[in-house]
């Protein structure tokens, strides 16, 4: 099991980013675009254009890991640049999107009111 998230501070960069960028053109884009610090533990969440591929960067003691996932069906749920720059996600935010699942309105399963 890989830990990804050690933090709570859990960042989706907002509008489309070019996937093609490595572990410095994404810090570089932190720092740059979105005025954060890429070291500070944080971590940051990118999409590709099309929607199936996302990046995750983050920052431990011992340097940068980047996580990258693609779905084979369907798109990751994405905030548009004209809302904000970043958007700010909790840890149960960050599994249901790595998930594939709309993380801003989960849709909750009935619970059965009898056992069995």
Known sequence: MITVVPTDRIYLCCGYTD?????????????????????????????????????????????????????????FVWPTARDQVTVSLSKADLALLLEGIDWRAPTRRSRPTLAG
Do not use: W, Y
């Open 19 to 75: 996937m093609r960028n490595g572990i410095d053109g994404l810090a570089r884009l932190v720092q740059q675009a979105f005025s954060l610090d890429p070291h500070t533990g944080a971590v940051f969440c990118f999409r590709g254009r099309k929607g199936h591929i996302i990046k995750v960067l983050a920052h431990d003691e011992q340097g940068f890991a980047l996580f990258t996932k693609r779905l084979t069906d369907g798109r």
